[in-house]
């Protein structure tokens, strides 16, 4: 559809061209703003037949809808009809399992009454195993808390022994120095005090036995026999060669 161009057909592209330009922030319209222009007129103009074929589209769609509508109903009813079918046939099945004969009855009674007796068996069976559970379980427990037993026994009496076996050695080496256990702890209480007291690492062994004599005289022979058991016994180094004595 056409329409005649007149003046205020003019003036109008002119101010939507100008709009458009303004709105791209241009000072000149161009040829692409003219035909913006253009086309917003134009949808304008012919904008009352665009709605006339909405309606027409509109109207059809209608139509078409009423006639689904029409099958949808159809096949409702239908389907209500086999629905209603089907119901009945279970209904009748349900009546002719519901008649039972006397000798199906009889028949029935014998199965509760062997299923009730079977189930009484079940019971007792199942209480007898759970009894023997119970043994077994107190049997498992006895038998480890003695197992735990004599393993604490076992491990007391071995550590006992050795520490018995430990101060017979030392016995022993005292008494081939000729040192006494109360002078031994005397002397190692000695060490122990000159090594906190002075906190160094490597010492003489004349400075170490001049310290220990303040508080107790230890000749040459018993102060020699006496750091090689505290060497032995790891509570200092000891080297004889060099007369050094190294705090551990």
Known sequence: MTAPVTA??????????????????????????????????????????????????????REENDDDEDDDDDEDEDGNDMEEEEEEEEEEEEEEEGRKTPVEEGADEKVSSVENEKGEEAKGTAAAAAADAKTARSTRR??????????????????????????????????????????????????????????GSEFSCQEVSDAINVIEKFSEAETRALFKQLHKDNKLMYDEKNQKIYHC
């Open 8 to 61: 205020r057909s003019l003036e109008t592209l002119i101010r939507l061209a100008s709009a458009h330009a303004k709105l791209h922030l241009r000072q000149k319209i161009t040829r692409n703003d003219c035909l913006v222009a253009q086309e917003l007129l134009n949808f304008s103009i012919n904008h009352d037949d665009g709605k006339a074929a909405d309606e027409e589209d509109e109207d059809e769609d």
């Open 142 to 199: 006895r038998s480890k808390r003695t197992r735990q037993q004599e393993a604490t026994a076992s491990s007391s009496s071995s550590s006992s022994g050795a520490t018995s076996s430990k101060k017979r050695r030392l016995a022993a080496a005292l008494a081939a120095a000729g040192v006494s256990e109360e002078r031994f702890k005397v002397f190692t209480k000695a060490v122990s005090s000159y090594f906190a007291q002075t906190r």
